[in-house]
């Protein structure tokens, strides 16, 4: 699987980070995540840059705007209300997922008895996130990814319209079911009880 990924996912270039695209059919250099971690360490990579390793390649993110900002608060204060003390939120952590693939949610949802030493595709309850720009990739390359990694369900809000892309029932080549859920209709998750989200209360 991971090796079909690394002929799809090509490092798309942005303003902040100089990027080069191997010639058609010449070999690239792949990265694990303990070369891009060690790289981190030495002050090779700087910590505050932004991009994910999928499958062994490195792709730059672009970054997030005021609009994708203000609406990840809100979702926060409202998992922060909601969730019970045995399920835990992080934001944006590295969310390893294999030695060469880690990716960077806005949200992952996870039983705190695993807490995030345990976080992996089996584990993670929901993963979110809230797409401005990125949408397009969020809600399929990116889909794809958590899809084949085995992540149970996936909420890709979009930032612009607040409308929902519930993915669920993960497969080697896809989420099996995707629906789209608006503004005003109630979000909820499959493994999360009592968490529900409306995005028209957003304002």
């Avoid at 932004?50 to 609406?71: D, Q």
């Avoid at 979702?75 to 939120?89: N, Y």
């Avoid at 996936?154 to 993915?167: M, P, Q």
Wanted: glycine share 8%.
């Amino acid at each position: 699987m991971l090796a079909g990924m690394n002929e799809r996912f090509i490092p798309v270039a942005t303003s902040e980070l100089r990027t080069t695209q191997a010639a058609e059919g010449l070999r690239r250099r792949a990265f694990t995540v303990a070369e891009i971690e060690a790289m981190v360490e030495a002050g090779i990579i700087a910590e505050n840059e932004r991009f994910e390793l999928i499958g062994g390649e490195v792709v730059p993110m672009s970054a997030k705007g005021l609009r994708h900002e203000r609406l990840k608060t809100w979702v926060v204060r409202q998992l922060a209300k909601q969730l019970p003390d045995t399920i835990g939120f992080t934001p944006e952590t590295t969310f390893r997922l294999s030695p060469d693939t880690f990716l960077e949610p806005d949200f992952v949802l996870y039983d705190t008895a695993v807490g995030l030493e345990g976080l992996n595709g089996a584990t993670c309850l929901l993963a979110i996130e809230i797409a401005d720009t990125s949408l397009d990739y969020d809600k399929g390359r990116k889909a794809l990814i958590f899809a084949g990694f085995g992540i149970a369900e996936l909420w890709v809000i979009d930032a612009v319209t607040r409308l929902t892309t519930v993915h669920r029932e993960p497969s080697p080549i896809g989420y099996r079911r995707v629906a789209d859920v608006r503004p005003d209709d109630a979000l909820t998750a499959l493994k999360v009880a009592g968490l529900e989200l409306r995005l028209a209360a957003y304002a």
